[in-house]
């Protein structure tokens, strides 16, 4: 199948930085986006970034300007360099990635096991 995992998170002051880390491996064919969603205590989860296969962006308009996505398609990893972070970030962040992949070649998402931010004011 496909794993993700992610690495990066931690406890941070507001308006510090921290990078998230996300590498896809397993049976891969191709994976198409990538992307970052999180979730605070007592909240749904929500999108903060997504990127494609061609390398377009889309972010949350609470990140836009201070968050920063990218990805290196030889390593299926995706990054997430977040800056001027705010208490409000403070979530579980999962990484996401929709990929062609598994024993049957499929297209489906998949999700890492999420990763602790913590922004302290």
């Known amino acids: 199948q496909v794993q993700l995992v992610e690495s990066g998170g931690g406890l941070v002051q507001a308006g510090g930085s921290l990078r998230l880390s996300c590498s896809a491996s397993g049976i891969i064919l191709r994976i198409n986006s990538m992307g970052w969603y999180r979730q605070a205590p007592g909240k749904q989860r929500e999108l903060v970034t997504i990127?494609?296969?061609?390398?377009?962006?889309n972010y949350a308009d609470s990140v836009k300007g201070r968050f920063t996505v990218s990805r290196e398609n030889v390593k299926n990893t995706v990054y997430l360099q977040m800056n001027s972070l705010k208490p409000e970030d403070t979530a579980v962040y999962y990484c996401?990635?929709?990929?062609?992949?598994?024993?049957?070649?499929?297209?489906?998402?998949?999700w890492g096991q999420g990763t602790q931010v913590t922004v302290s004011s």
């Open positions: 996401n990635a929709n990929v062609v992949g598994g024993i049957s070649l499929q297209r489906r998402d998949y």
């Open positions: 990127i494609t296969s061609d390398g377009s962006k």
